[in-house]
């Protein structure tokens, strides 16, 4: 069974950009896009209420702490896969619910893309373009926050649909995090600009 788990992943290594598909911690299956972040581990876990053998992988956003279990994806041998995927193009436009953009959890203030607006079935494209930060505001809401102009875009929830991209490398990396905010400053800001 190892042989076959091996088999699995051969050919890939940390930092490739992959799409993975197996089962969370909770036993659901789940997809993740993003980047290998570690190297895969064989676990023992349970599967359908039996011990089972399978292999971990670390799937997210550059810089994310492989061990924050919102990364792990268990492959088994008859099921799970792994592929490659090409990496996502700075300012290419997605429309989907705010869950599915790489990184955004209520544990991390540092996901930065762009926000072209509000999605949904009547939406047929962007109708701005600003870097925001995506900050969790407290009771499942999460601001899209510009801190250089200290204004919130929108306040929306994971399953809000709206237009988004990825930032170019350079303006991700120039850009002014809020983590250094002092803690009650932060609130003030969000609830400005909505």
């Known amino acids: 069974m190892k042989a076959e788990l091996q088999k699995m992943i051969d050919g890939f290594s940390v930092g490739d950009h992959v799409t993975a598909t197996g089962s969370d911690t909770r036993g659901h299956e789940v997809t993740r896009t993003g980047y290998l972040l570690a190297e895969p581990k064989l676990v023992n876990v349970r599967r359908n209420g039996s011990p089972a ?86 009771e499942g809401l999460y601001a899209l926050w510009d801190p250089t102009t200290d204004k919130t875009y929108a306040v929306i929830t994971l399953a809000t649909k709206i237009w988004w991209a990825h930032l170019p490398q350079d303006a991700a990396l120039d850009a002014p995090s809020s983590s250094g905010e002092p803690e009650d400053t932060e609130p003030t800001s969000l609830a400005s600009g909505s």
């Open 53 to 138: 053998k399978g292999l971990r992988l670390c799937v997210g956003a550059k810089g994310t702490d492989p061990s924050e279990r919102t990364t792990w994806t268990t492959l088994f041998p008859d099921a799970g896969s792994v592929e490659r995927t090409p990496e996502p193009e700075p300012g290419k436009w997605l429309m989907t619910e705010l869950r599915y953009v790489p990184g955004v959890k209520a544990s991390s203030h540092n996901t930065r893309i762009l926000y072209g607006g509000n999605g949904g079935a009547r939406s047929s494209g962007p109708t701005q373009c600003a870097p925001v930060n995506v900050v969790y505001t407290d």
